[in-house]
């Protein structure tokens, strides 16, 4: 594994076992399947491109995961809201291109989408020269950042607070 993706696993540590994971920007499929490997009940992958599509679909077949796991073709991050279920997923991985600078726009996208269930994490990957700590929204803080070379892992909990207690 690489060190990034390895990194990525021992932020989750347990709380992948059983967990609904949700892959942004998925590429090959790597950490979808990473994490349906660790004990994931599903994994979502979400990406545009054909060809990522196309790959994804061919590693969940390879591995045997296809049964526990969808491919959602869509504009990110402008299709965020469209490509994944409300209160879905208990983890959220982003590895958005840092060429488009899609952060902002990716968090508040989790945020306004409700994908992510009370407790649950978004983990974004981004330069490490990038500060994304003030990017966060209702119902999204952010907790901390990780640092691994020329690449960052920053972490964001969706906070319970935010929901009304039961009557």
């Not at 879905?88 to 996208?109: H, N, Q, V």
């Amino acid at each position: 594994l690489g060190r990034v993706r390895e990194a990525l696993f021992s932020i989750i540590g347990p709380a992948i076992e059983g967990a609904r994971f949700l892959d942004l920007y998925a590429g090959t499929g790597a950490n979808g399947i990473e994490a349906l490997s660790r004990g994931a009940a599903f994994a979502q992958f979400v990406d545009n491109h054909h060809a990522a599509i196309d790959c994804i679909a061919q590693n969940l077949e390879r591995t045997g995961f296809s049964a526990h796991a969808a491919i959602v073709r869509a504009n990110l991050p402008d299709g965020l809201g469209r490509a994944i279920p409300m209160g879905g997923f208990d983890l959220i991985f982003a590895d958005p291109p840092y060429s488009i600078d899609a952060y902002a726009r990716t968090i508040s996208g989790v945020a306004q989408a409700g994908a992510l269930k009370p407790g649950g994490r978004l983990i974004i990957e981004h330069s490490a020269k990038r500060d994304v700590s003030s990017l966060a929204e209702a119902p999204l803080v952010y907790k901390r950042s990780v640092r691994y070379g020329d690449t960052a892992l920053s972490i964001f909990e969706h906070n319970l607070s935010h929901f009304p207690s039961p009557s």
